[in-house]
């Protein structure tokens, strides 16, 4: 049992409420200027630190965990996805690493409707016509002409917590459902939707108009939209992204754009490492392709939720508990593994 406050290191400004109530409960130690830190800026901080509370612009490789210091014993992330994280070299170096699940699903699922509805309602080039050109001539039965959603069919790839959301939003416009995901799910799940199941993700994506990604990245998902996939796709489809960047082949998504075979695509992530896909913003430019800043998670209640769920996670680890929120390597916990002493 720790009688003393843990330290730990937040590595990104948190809401200030959250910042608060860590600092009641910890020793905590905030990046005040807000910008990702390097590894060595991370090592230095982490000095006499108990936790790392990261989040997905930090790079937590197997590199960066061997040079930890031994006074750190867990990695709390700030987020849901884990994969800046290399999970493995964790666990064999005996840290605890915990993540922030559902408390996103429905802010997510909300921002995939958003997209699904801007992209062929043709939304974000409505306004621009009016903030851009300050001129607009009136209204005539051919201008800004888009497509109607209802009765089209969605393809929903990764039917969890936040697909079965955005389904459930869905239907109520009137889509028809199709789901790709590792098992079926339960008759209390398809049926309120009317929802069909594929087993093979190739038939379903040639079968629907709008394929939405909501799948974490794996080895396994990695370019689950590849070229192949793409070119599958039904001619004048749309693709939404709200879940992470390496699920597509970024630039085979910009060839059939160009080329019309795709009608589109909503993107809420993408390459940004070496800066955006100088294509895409072309794309973005044209209207073919709406893109907004990572935001799918970005309302105040989440981001509380979030920091909520990594004090909770903390406080149980230093109380010599189980985190509710553990990540291993291969999914939630096992028996018989043993955290850093």
């Not at 901080?45 to 031994?70: F, M, Y």
């Not at 992330?77 to 964790?90: L, P, S, T, Y």
């Not at 921002?111 to 974000?124: E, F, G, H, N």
């Not at 009317?194 to 080895?219: G, K, Q």
């Amino acid at each position: 049992m720790i009688t003393s406050k843990p330290k730990i290191l937040v590595t990104r400004r948190l809401p200030a409420t959250i910042e608060a109530r860590m600092g009641t409960l910890f020793e905590t130690d905030v990046n005040e200027g807000d910008v990702a830190l390097t590894a060595d800026d991370i090592i230095d901080g982490l000095a006499g630190k108990d936790v790392l509370v990261c989040s997905i612009t930090d790079t937590v490789d197997a590199e960066l965990i061997g040079r930890l210091p031994k006074s750190v014993r867990m990695i709390a992330q700030f987020g849901n996805g884990v994969d800046n994280i290399d999970v493995e070299a964790a666990l064999a170096a005996g840290l605890t690493v915990t993540n922030t699940p559902s408390v996103l699903t429905e802010d997510t699922a909300d921002m995939a409707m958003a997209l699904m509805l801007a992209l062929p309602r043709r939304l974000v080039e409505g306004m621009q016509l009016l903030v851009r050109d300050g001129v607009w001539a009136g209204w005539s039965p051919t201008w800004m002409l888009g497509h109607r959603l209802r009765g089209k069919a969605l393809g929903i790839v990764g039917m969890g917590r936040i697909g079965t959301a955005v389904a459930q939003r869905a239907k109520a416009f009137g889509l028809n459902i199709h789901y790709f995901s590792r098992a079926r799910r339960p008759p209390g799940v398809e049926e309120p939707l009317e929802a069909t199941y594929w087993h093979d993700l190739d038939a379903m994506i040639a079968a629907v108009d709008i394929v939405s990604l909501h799948t974490p990245h794996t080895r396994e998902t990695f370019h689950i939209l590849s070229a192949e996939r793409l070119a599958r796709m039904k001619p004048g489809s749309f693709v939404v992204n709200v879940s992470r960047p390496e699920l597509i082949d970024e630039n085979a998504l910009v060839d059939q754009i160009e080329c019309g075979h795709l009608s589109g695509a909503a993107l809420d992530v993408f390459e940004n490492k070496r800066g955006i896909n100088s294509r895409l913003l072309a794309l973005a430019e044209a209207n073919k392709v709406v893109l907004t800043a990572h935001m799918a998670s970005a309302t105040l209640e989440a981001r509380i939720e979030m920091g909520e769920t990594v004090i909770v996670n903390i406080r149980a680890f230093m109380d010599g508990h189980q985190p509710p929120h553990r990540v291993l390597p291969d999914g939630p916990q096992a028996p018989g593994r043993v955290a850093r002493p």
